[in-house]
């Protein structure tokens, strides 16, 4: 099984994550990936958005943001 990351690179190979501040902001689950998120979208990795909510959404809180910080910097 791809990682986030593997998957994300398949579809853009020069991928650099996206500078996304999650220390000190709100740490609501939703909250979060909505940053993350526009940060993508910012950035214009438009179809990383699906695969990072995808893969957000499979765990528990600790899962989620292992993704986000996978997705970002």
Known sequence: MKTLLEQIKE???N???PKCKLIG??????AI?????YALKRAG???????YISAAIKGDY????A???????
């Open 15 to 17: 991928f650099k994550p």
């Open 11 to 13: 579809i853009y190979p």
């Open 33 to 37: 990936m909505g940053r993350v998120s």
């Open 45 to 51: 990795y438009k179809k990383a958005v699906t695969l």
């Open 67 to 73: 993704a986000s910080m996978e997705v970002s910097k």
């Open 25 to 30: 902001e709100d740490s609501n689950a939703f």
């Open 62 to 65: 600790t899962h989620l943001l």
